[in-house]
């Protein structure tokens, strides 16, 4: 039986990045030394999207709004070199309190601000990172086509945007969206049905999987079904793996080539990562995992 086909790179615009990311949503030590050697091992690794955003630092630790941004921006202005290895992502449209803005002028603020922060003068991949409701998708689609004329940004995605605000948002831009970023693990298979994999592969862009390993409850099992982790576990002992490396390589697994983006700040846990990239599952295991996670057999 063929197992699911798989790369171990992926096409983001004109990127080529790894199959794993390295988000900064935890990168909230005080210590930009040991900051820093959390990223280099992870661009050693072939982690080279880095992936942030301007509201990272609210929580985890952080010292408030931007402030992971800030340490990363201080990890680029110590070892500027560390910038041409990486393919630098960064959000924006939360405001703490509003709770969406993506007008043409908050988005203009905030990817500026994000610029400062990050020490740098532009992102290679600048997306909204949650849809805000009441913005024209003309007005928000106008805003990015100014950074990209201004040079600010190089291509453009959206995170947690469902397939019609995607399309909404791309019939008024003569750019293409490169990228949507939305939750997808084994024990969050939504995405298989709502159209989100299903319109990467048509257009082409990136899927790019924030909290693959469900914000740390697949390794613990904390709050999953117990269907999930018996099925999980299973294909682990089959395959001589660990859950995580199973759920991964789940993810890993769609034809959609999604990109996993994890948060660990532990560099053995980035390596485990990557080596999930070559566990190569069966239809017949990627089809038990998703009717454990749906708690509903297939017809």
Excluded at 60 to 78: D, H, K, P, V
Excluded at 79 to 106: E, F, H, Q
Excluded at 120 to 146: C, K, N, W
Excluded at 249 to 269: D, K, M
């Amino acid at each position: 039986m063929d197992s699911v086909r798989r790369m171990t790179t992926r096409t983001l615009g004109p990127f080529t990045v790894g199959s794993i990311a390295f988000g900064c949503w935890r990168l909230t030590t005080p210590s930009t030394e040991e900051a820093t050697t959390l990223v280099e091992a992870a661009l050693d690794l072939g982690c080279n999207l880095v992936d942030t955003a301007d509201v990272y630092g609210l929580d985890w630790g952080g010292t408030g709004f931007g402030s992971c941004e800030e340490r990363l921006g201080a990890i680029l202005s110590a070892r500027p070199g560390l910038r041409t290895r990486m393919v630098l992502a960064t959000k924006g449209g939360i405001i703490p309190g509003v709770p969406y803005d993506s007008s043409p002028s908050a988005i203009t603020a905030a990817c500026e601000a994000s610029l400062r922060r990050l020490c740098v003068d532009h992102v290679d991949l600048y997306q909204i990172h949650r849809p805000d409701m009441f913005a024209h998708p003309a007005e928000v689609a106008g805003a990015l086509t100014s950074l990209h004329e201004r040079g600010l940004i190089g291509c453009i995605g959206v995170s947690n945007h469902s397939a019609a605000q995607v399309s909404a948002l791309q019939a008024h831009l003569a750019l293409p969206i490169v990228s949507v970023q939305n939750e997808f693990s084994a024990a969050h298979v939504t995405p298989l049905r709502d159209g989100t994999l299903d319109q990467a592969m048509q257009h082409g862009f990136a899927m790019l999987a924030w909290s693959p390993l469900a914000r740390g409850a697949i390794p613990t099992g904390d709050g999953l079904r117990v269907e999930l982790t018996e099925a999980l576990d299973r294909i682990a002992a089959d395959r001589g793996a660990d859950r995580s490396t199973v759920a991964l390589a789940f993810v890993l697994s769609h034809p959609s080539a999604p990109v996993a983006i994890i948060g660990t700040q532990r560099a053995e846990r980035i390596r485990a990562a990557v080596a999930a990239a070559a566990l190569r599952l069966e239809r017949s295991e990627v089809y038990a995992i998703v009717q454990a996670a749906e708690g509903v057999r297939l017809p």
